[in-house]
């Protein structure tokens, strides 16, 4: 590549298969080929901060990046990219490596130990990952956790038994990841216990009004195996950085402000001795 207009002035034809041939610069393959945005603001960064280091340093490295490129056969593969600029050549010489095969079973494996076996939304190890990736991308935003706790779950067990609660839960995990945006994160903490993760947000405000609305949805009867069953659900929030400065600190927060509005349930609704919850099955 030329670094003075980024052209690119030697494939071999390896290359040719990872990407368009028609692409003639750097920017037109970050713009056309790259299918993640993420990953092109990456690649532009650490293009950016090499030539800044040009007045520095007769060579630059671009370190270690892993792209999703789509080629002229419109197949998408991954891609490890790493490259040398060298400044007063005025070029800059990239390697291109399709990995393709062992990073989508590498995302396979991962997917399933990020996956609550029960209901397919994530677990906490899943949690635990997509914070760190979060904190990451953008250290500076906004993230907001709630952590819900179903209430009136254990009579549905006691009364229906254990294969009914489950077909509870898995309609319930499905009805959170519908009522949410497609960036936040949704999770199986355990039993009847869902927490969601949710980047980028803007205030408490809206914090609260996602509350709301999960709480709508919880309360909307489950039919199971022509059982209308009944539930409710407590549901406490917290606000990174303004309530913890990482995770574990976040959770904790969120935790008590459920159980404080957990208390604030009248005693006749929070009883386990009676499904109060749970209807007569439907005619």
């Not at 995770?247 to 402000?257: F, G, K, P, Q």
Request: charged fraction near 30%.
């Amino acid at each position: 590549m030329r670094l003075s207009d980024s052209q690119i002035i030697l494939r071999n034809p390896a290359f040719r298969r990872i990407a368009d041939d028609k692409v003639a610069t750097m920017s037109a393959l970050i713009e056309n080929s790259c299918v993640d945005p993420k990953q092109q603001e990456q690649l532009r960064t650490q293009i950016r901060q090499a030539r800044a280091r040009a007045d520095r340093e007769e060579t630059s490295e671009l370190p270690e990046l892993v792209l999703d490129l789509k080629g002229a056969d419109g197949k998408i593969r991954i891609v490890q990219h790493y490259a040398l600029m060298f400044h007063k050549m005025g070029i800059a010489v990239g390697i291109f490596r399709d990995i393709s095969d062992i990073k989508r079973k590498y995302r396979a494996l991962q997917k399933d130990a990020f996956t609550d076996e029960l209901t397919g939304v994530g677990n906490r190890r899943g949690l635990m990952e997509r914070w760190s990736e979060e904190i990451e991308d953008d250290p500076a935003q906004t993230i907001g956790f709630l952590m819900i706790d179903l209430d009136q779950f254990k009579p549905i067990n006691d009364t229906y038994g254990h294969a009914t609660g489950d077909n509870v839960l898995r309609s319930l995990a499905r009805r959170l990841r519908k009522s949410v945006r497609k960036s936040d994160y949704v999770v199986r903490l355990g039993g009847d216990e869902f927490g969601i993760l949710l980047p980028d947000i803007e205030s408490r405000t809206m914090l609260d009004t996602i509350s709301n609305k999960l709480l709508a949805a919880l309360r909307r009867p489950v039919v199971i195996d022509n059982l209308k069953l009944s539930l409710s659900g407590s549901i406490g929030g917290g606000l990174y950085p303004d309530d913890g400065k990482d995770l574990a600190a976040i959770m904790v927060h969120a935790d008590h402000s459920m159980y404080t509005t957990k208390k604030n349930i009248p005693a006749r609704k929070r009883s386990k001795k009676h499904p109060v919850t749970v209807k007569a099955p439907i005619a």
